[in-house]
């Protein structure tokens, strides 16, 4: 699904808040910081929590979430299950 920014954010600039989504880069294109804004999108199914127990996983539930962060050092663990 594909949502206009301004639906997220009335009443502000929805490029200003595109390019504040984005991670900060080097003249290199290397990520070298967290976006100064989070977004946070999750879905909850039944599908998800029979997937997770029919491949063993740890991750227990329903939802799924993920966000824009990078992960770094102790979150790259966490973020692969």
């Given at each position: 699904?594909?949502l206009?920014s301004?639906a997220l954010?009335?009443g502000?600039?929805?490029f200003?808040?595109?390019?504040?989504l984005?991670a900060?880069?080097?003249?290199n294109?290397?990520?070298?910081?967290q976006?100064?804004?989070?977004?946070t999108?999750?879905?909850?199914?039944?599908?998800i929590?029979?997937?997770?127990?029919?491949t063993?996983?740890?991750?227990p539930?329903?939802v799924?979430?993920?966000?824009?962060?990078t992960?770094?050092?102790e979150?790259?663990a966490?973020?692969?299950?």
């Amino acid at each position: 699904m594909t949502l206009p920014s301004e639906a997220l954010c009335p009443g502000f600039d929805g490029f200003a808040v595109q390019q504040r989504l984005m991670a900060p880069t080097d003249s290199n294109n290397t990520i070298t910081g967290q976006p100064p804004y989070r977004l946070t999108v999750s879905i909850s199914d039944p599908a998800i929590g029979a997937l997770r127990r029919q491949t063993g996983s740890p991750v227990p539930g329903d939802v799924l979430a993920t966000d824009n962060r990078t992960p770094r050092g102790e979150d790259r663990a966490a973020t692969t299950t």
